[in-house]
């Protein structure tokens, strides 16, 4: 496939470290826990680990809150832990990439605690601190309506310091000021330190939130949340000075996680010369089953809007930006819960290996998060004390307690469809205590279906999920026509049907999904008689049929470049 950069023709495995695998028996995962399973992970077939943050942080926010960028947090191990993990896995030609939290720092960072002492503190405008306004009562209120992300305004106030400080996610996340050139300087130090180390890349967390423009901090918005900084002024001039400062001269890859991003501004941020990032993570189609509460409802996504979506990224991007496809990751449900069937175990099995397909047959990096080449479920926590995730917490709350606009029995539902909780559940790796993840009482409660839903029972089956996923990996990793194909919608609007073509100069590759518990048919005429059939969920398949939850790829490959 020519010089196509390494990470185009990847397969990228999201790491929950906490969660993962416990080497030491306290609960938590840990990161020699990732390194004694680094063999599960290359027999997977993926090429890339990406691990969620490991740095010294208080756990506010499991990590993305983060007191020491140049320092390993102890329950996940050591430094040298870190080493040995990256040798071990370069050892068997997998790659680390790091997340990369730059939005924002612990409010135990040492930079806070030197900013908030004076105005005068040579790290004071490493954060953004702002006077509050005198209410008609006479009360300081904050410089504006913005909203945290975790419930809450997005200014708390700081006796020590007399002012409040800016932080679009938890209170203990104060926003860094970008506009301040020596912390663009430390980040660069920071970042060119770890890939020294020998780390493959960085996905970056929220990043296109840390420019913010000064002369909104004063006026209040309508819109909800840290939408109301994506994108800001200076983001990609940032960007472009982060490529030439901190990664020019390293075969790396790079991510970013961009909330409210927009097919213009993605085509900067992922632009194909590469001056700013590879790739990013767009969220529209995380969005789909939104609300009027934004994710705490109840209702069940439209296909034809999933299509919508999917459709128009694939489109918009196509030959100008990279895109990346992913259902799930350590923030949202897990994907066969949310977007397949879990009420029987054959609806499961067939749903959960529709949906890889559907997605990773799409142009762009496919993304897996951990337990999902499984089909792991959402938790299905009964009771509040159960859930430990921030926003979660934060949420219920809010629209239960304070406001009373949601009642705890709907909360609770809500929880269990959408809760970042859902996915950080510990890895099934068997039936035995705690699910194989651990010798003692996990962090978080272990799925119930933990003893029929794990990696041994799967490993044995050549027709569980963890077997397709195999499969299926090999073939993308191989296929040009995925790589570079073009995307067409053969129907965008069946609520039952997915059904598109990639094509290319090499032939052409169907993909047809059935996304309903409903036989459904369709008009396999178009597919040529001459195509073979790459990979499918059923044994069998009757042409013009597709059965509950079916999927079923054909490509046809061409001499002389005509399809």
């Known amino acids: 496939m020519g010089n196509i950069p390494w990470w185009k023709r990847s397969v990228v495995y999201e790491i929950y470290v906490r969660s993962f695998f416990d080497s030491n028996g306290d609960g938590i995962g840990d990161l020699a826990g990732v390194t004694e399973k680094l063999d599960y992970l290359k027999d997977l ?17 499991n990590g993305y809150d983060i007191s020491d960028y140049y320092s390993i947090m102890d329950l996940f191990g050591t430094m040298e832990d870190f080493k040995t993990l990256l040798t071990c896995a370069h050892e068997r030609g997998l790659r680390i990439v790091m997340d990369l939290v730059v939005n924002h720092t612990s409010d135990e960072h040492a930079w806070f605690l030197e900013s ?90 929220v990043i296109s939130l840390i420019s913010k423009d000064p002369g909104a901090f004063l006026r209040d918005s309508a819109i909800r949340g840290h939408s109301v900084c994506a994108n800001g002024p200076r983001i990609h ?22 909330p409210a991003v927009t097919i213009s501004e993605a085509k900067r941020y992922a632009a194909a010369d590469q001056s700013e990032l590879d790739m990013v993570f767009q969220f529209e189609l995380m969005d789909v089953d939104g609300g009027e509460s934004g994710k705490w409802n109840d209702t069940r996504y439209r296909l034809s809007d999933v299509k919508r979506v999917l459709g128009k990224w694939q489109k918009g991007l196509y030959g100008a930006a990279w895109n990346s496809l992913f259902w799930n990751n350590h923030d949202q449900p897990r994907a066969v819960s949310r977007f397949g069937d879990t009420s029987s175990r054959l609806f499961w099995n067939k749903s959960a290996k ?12 496919p993304y897996l998060y951990q337990g999902e080449e499984l089909g792991m479920t959402n938790a299905g926590f009964e009771s509040l004390s159960d859930y430990r995730d ?31 909780d ?90 047809f999904s059935n996304f309903s518990d409903k036989e459904q048919r ?42």
């Open 237 to 258: 001039e940032y960007l472009r000075e982060m490529r030439r400062r901190a990664l020019a001269g390293y075969d790396v890859m790079t991510v970013g996680e961009t």
């Open 390 to 420: 921030i926003e979660s917490l934060g949420a219920y709350e809010e629209l239960v307690s304070q406001k009373k606009l949601v009642s705890h029995a709907d909360m609770m539902r809500y929880l269990k469809k959408s809760s970042r």
């Open 354 to 365: 529709m949906l890889a397909t559907a997605l990773y047959f799409l142009q762009g990096t």
């Open 422 to 511: 859902n996915a950080r559940t510990p890895m099934q790796w068997d039936d035995g205590p705690f699910a194989g993840f651990s010798r003692a009482r996990p962090w978080i409660g272990v799925n119930e279906n933990y003893t029929w839903l794990n990696a041994r029972a799967q490993a044995a089956d050549p027709d569980s999920v963890l077997h397709y996923y195999k499969r299926l990996i090999r073939i993308l990793r191989e296929d040009p026509i995925v790589c570079e194909g073009g995307y067409e919608d053969l129907d965008k609007d069946s609520e039952a049907l997915y059904l598109y073509t990639r094509n290319s100069k090499e032939g052409r590759i169907w993909v």
């Open 116 to 205: 908030r002492k004076s105005a005068e503190n040579p790290y004071r405008d490493y954060y953004i601190w702002r006077d509050g306004k005198e209410a008609a009562d006479g009360e300081m209120t904050p410089p504006n309506n913005w909203s945290s992300s975790f419930s809450g305004s997005a200014w708390q106030y700081d006796s020590a310091a007399g002012q409040y400080y800016l932080h679009l996610f938890g209170r203990k996340q104060p926003d860094l000021n970008w506009d301040h050139e020596p912390v663009r300087e430390e980040i660069f130090r920071m970042m060119r330190w770890w890939l020294d180390l020998g780390i493959d890349g960085f996905r970056m967390d």
């Open 522 to 563: 369709l008009d396999e005429e178009i597919v040529p008689r001459e195509a073979r059939c790459l990979i499918g969920n059923y044994d069998g398949h009757q042409r013009g049929i597709l059965r509950a939850y079916e999927c079923i790829v054909y490509e046809y490959v061409t001499i002389h470049g005509t399809a």
């Open 45 to 61: 077939g993926v090429d890339v680990l990406w691990l969620t943050p490991i740095y010294e942080s208080p756990g506010d926010d």
